[in-house]
């Protein structure tokens, strides 16, 4: 399955890379909102940071998608400092194009929920 049919698989999760970021994230925002997940295998809040994101992913029923970066894996480090991003987890919300909003660390579920809310128009 390639990335972007991954994206619209159910769930609306999939992971993307460098060379197709800009065509998962940039173009797809354009046609809905897409968070992006910059994690690491090694990081204990990324892994406490996933179940949430998928949690609120699912309750968004579609209206959203979620792009999953590994940083660690081929060139992706380079889309962490394409968006200066000093540490992990960092979620970036994107938006017709451009970052609407951003956030570090693990959050609680309806945190990540009111992020959404107070930069899309999804309740």
């Known amino acids: 399955m390639t990335d972007l049919h ?3 698989a159910p769930g609306h999760i999939f992971d993307t ?3 197709h970021f800009d065509r998962d994230v940039i ?3 354009h046609v809905q909102p897409v968070l992006v997940d910059f ?6 809040p990324c892994r406490a940071l996933t179940p ?7 309750q968004h029923a579609g209206r959203l998608h979620m792009a999953k970066v590994e940083v660690d894996e081929g060139a992706n480090m380079k ?13 970036l919300l994107f938006v017709k ?9 693990a959050r609680p579920e309806h945190w990540v929920r009111e992020f959404i809310a107070e930069h899309t128009d999804i309740e």
């Open 6 to 8: 991954a994206a619209h």
């Open 17 to 19: 890379h460098l060379e």
């Open 27 to 29: 173009e797809a925002s």
């Open 39 to 44: 994690w690491a295998d090694w990081c204990p």
């Open 52 to 58: 949430v994101l998928e949690r609120v992913i699912a």
């Open 79 to 91: 889309l962490a400092g394409r968006y200066g991003l000093r540490g992990f987890p960092t979620v």
């Open 97 to 105: 194009g451009e970052i609407v909003g951003r956030f570090s660390s």
